[in-house]
């Protein structure tokens, strides 16, 4: 698993040169590593010590990955300054995610309470996946997109929140009219200056009726 680690690092990054420089530099990795020990102590049931891993991991990479989060082989965190990854997270195989990226939950609620990223996922920069919701495999989310609901397989999920754009290589017609979405800034200003003009005739109305009376 080791070896795959380094291997992914070099097919998912064209700037890694050297398994020496790698194994040295690359925050991502030395996360995931710090995970593996954290997790194998949080199934013994040393939750006190694998909570002090995570942690020390957390310091040293910026990265936080709760030790009872589920990873698969061959994840791969490239640039993983930000990242947050919450204790019911399952990931499985292939998976790569960038940095700013919260595998998250949405309040206080028990159980299974956060995402769960099925085979070649990819989670693009600041990207927030929140709550008990799966990402089907071959999937994208796009930078700083908001997840909050499932998404199938082979799909492209973009915006706050997210909606599927691209599924199995076909883009998903939406029943939105792009070119005349509402524009609430606009609107206020519309009822504002409708009020304005109201004032403003009555206004002119009260001048003439007083002009009236001096006559």
């Known amino acids: ?7 992914v690092v070099f097919d998912q990054d064209p700037a890694a040169r050297s398994k020496f420089e ?3 530099t690359y925050s991502g990795l030395h996360a995931i590593w710090a995970h593996r020990v954290a997790h194998a102590c949080y199934n013994k ?33 490239d640039h993983g300054m930000g990242v947050v990854i919450g204790e019911t997270c399952e990931i499985g195989n292939d998976v790569t995610i960038f940095q700013g990226v919260t595998l998250g ?17 990819l989670v693009a920069t600041g990207a927030k996946v929140l709550g008990s919701i799966e990402i089907g495999e071959n999937s994208k989310v796009g930078a700083g997109s908001v997840v909050l609901h499932d ?21 998903v017609k939406k ?9 609430p800034v606009s609107d206020a200003i519309k009822v504002m200056e409708d009020q ?11 001048k003439r009726r007083s002009g009236d009376n001096d006559n």
């Open 22 to 24: 790698v194994v040295l």
């Open 196 to 206: 304005l003009e109201a004032l403003s005739e009555q206004v002119e109305d009260l």
């Open 45 to 77: 049931k040393l939750f006190f010590l694998a909570r002090c891993i995570s942690q020390v991991s957390r310091f040293f990479t910026g990265i936080e990955i709760h030790p009872g989060a589920r990873i698969g082989r061959r994840f791969f965190i």
């Open 1 to 7: 698993m080791i070896r795959e680690d380094i291997q």
């Open 175 to 183: 029943d939105l009219d792009h070119h005349n979405l509402p524009d």
């Open 151 to 171: 998404v199938p397989d082979n799909s492209t999920v973009v915006g706050i929140p997210g909606k599927v754009v691209v599924q199995n290589g076909v883009k």
């Open 105 to 121: 939950g949405t309040g206080k609620e028990k159980g299974k309470r956060h995402p769960t990223l099925k085979d070649n996922v």
